[in-house]
């Protein structure tokens, strides 16, 4: 292992600002001479053109994936003696929303295969209080929808798209399968804003009319308020940011998915398949590769190896959430879960982003071979 390399960060947004920075300078451009900073015309149209790269009737843009969550289970009515349930190994705020509602997060153990809720022991959890069910969609890889939906009836589906933007279940992009979609627009999502920014989606008018409100407190028009919704609002820089970028984004996927065929191929040459396990594309799913995530022996002395090399990788996720301190009241033990508590002690996500160079790919793999041979 030569170590005179370059460190490999994990993620680099600075390569894609060159890209990018003479149209996003542009677009700012364009929102200083209105000075209209809050909705707007830009926010208008990110929705428009968000609406038609996901193929859904309505898109709804909002301060951040978190608040799409929140805006969506609030637009459901979700609240006190209600229960939702969801996966214990996600990002926090998708079950952090449930909690903040008055209702109580139910976990489901994830499929070993995708990391995403297992359909298979979803009926055991949904009870008459259930009000919604969140899939999410983990590392870009969609949830097995129509298992997920068939148990599910005729309770509403959240889809957490905040990982899988772009991401097709049988060729329909998520975010247009269940009630609601939810997406994140934080820096380091796929589509990232320079802020936060977040967008829920949706094919149901009357839920799209009933959020728009929810956005705003629950107003309209003005200075009438029908039910308490919240500052949900996105502002019109960060719209048109994103307007300057949405065009690259299936450009941007591609090379990810080009560089997780790589680096398949990078680790079995280097015969380490039995050391790190490569993650499984199942059949519809659409991989998008918001994270490569590999199983690895060892993980955390791997990591710890890759970082003396200058080489970046992350543990999505260490701890579950039915672990977490702040859902003790749930009453979840450890070993509930042995799935998501196997994952969290197994996950390395390797670096992933479309700018990152094959010599670079390769260069990971040897610091890998380099700790197991
Ligand atoms: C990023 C993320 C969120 C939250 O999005 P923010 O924009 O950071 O609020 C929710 N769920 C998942 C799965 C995410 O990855």
């Given at each position: 292992m030569p170590d005179q390399k370059p460190p490999i960060p994990f993620f680099d947004l600075t390569r894609q600002w060159l890209e990018v920075s003479e149209d996003v300078h542009a677009a700012l451009e364009r929102v200083f001479a209105t000075q209209q900073f809050i909705l707007g015309p830009e926010v208008a149209a990110l929705e428009k053109e968000c609406a038609a790269f996901l193929r859904v009737k309505r898109a709804v843009a909002v301060s951040s994936g978190t608040d799409a969550l929140l805006a969506a289970l609030m637009t459901l009515e979700v609240g006190p003696g209600d229960e939702v349930i969801t996966t214990p190994?996600?990002?926090f705020a998708t079950a952090g929303v449930i909690h903040r509602l008055g209702a109580r997060p139910v976990f489901v153990d994830i499929d070993p295969r995708d990391f995403n809720l297992d359909a298979r022991k979803l009926a055991a959890a949904v009870s008459p209080r259930t009000k919604a069910i969140i899939p999410v969609h983990l590392y870009g890889q969609a949830a097995d929808m129509d298992a997920i939906r068939g148990v599910a009836g005729s309770v509403p589906l959240v889809e957490d798209c905040c990982q899988a933007i772009?991401?097709?279940y049988n060729g329909v992009p998520v975010g247009?399968?269940?009630a609601f979609g939810c997406f994140s627009f934080?820096?380091?999502?796929n589509l990232g804003a320079f802020g936060d920014g977040g967008l829920v989606t949706t094919n149901d008018e009357a839920l799209a009319e009933r959020l728009v409100d929810m956005r705003v407190h629950?107003?309209?028009?003005?200075?009438?308020?029908?039910f308490v919704g919240g500052n949900f609002r996105l502002d019109a820089l960060q719209a048109a940011i994103l307007r300057a970028k949405l065009p690259r984004l299936p450009g941007w996927i591609a090379k990810r998915q080009a560089g997780a065929a790589h680096y398949r191929d990078l680790i079995a040459r280097a015969g380490l398949e039995a050391k790190v396990r490569l993650p499984e594309e199942l059949s519809?799913?659409?991989?998008?590769?918001?994270q490569f995530v590999v199983r690895a022996e060892r993980r955390d002395p791997l990591r710890e190896h890759l970082a003396k090399l200058g080489i970046g990788a992350e543990v999505y996720y260490p701890i579950s959430l039915h672990e977490q301190e702040c859902f003790a009241d749930l009453g979840y033990r450890r070993g509930a879960f042995q799935e998501s508590e196997r994952a969290e002690a197994e996950v390395l996500a390797l670096p992933i982003f479309p700018e990152l160079r094959p010599d670079e790919r390769a260069c990971v793999v040897a610091g890998i071979a380099d700790f197991y041979l």
């Open positions: 190994f996600t990002f772009g991401t097709e247009g399968i269940g934080f820096p380091t999502k629950g107003m309209r028009p003005k200075y009438v308020h029908h519809g799913r659409g991989h998008t590769y918001h």
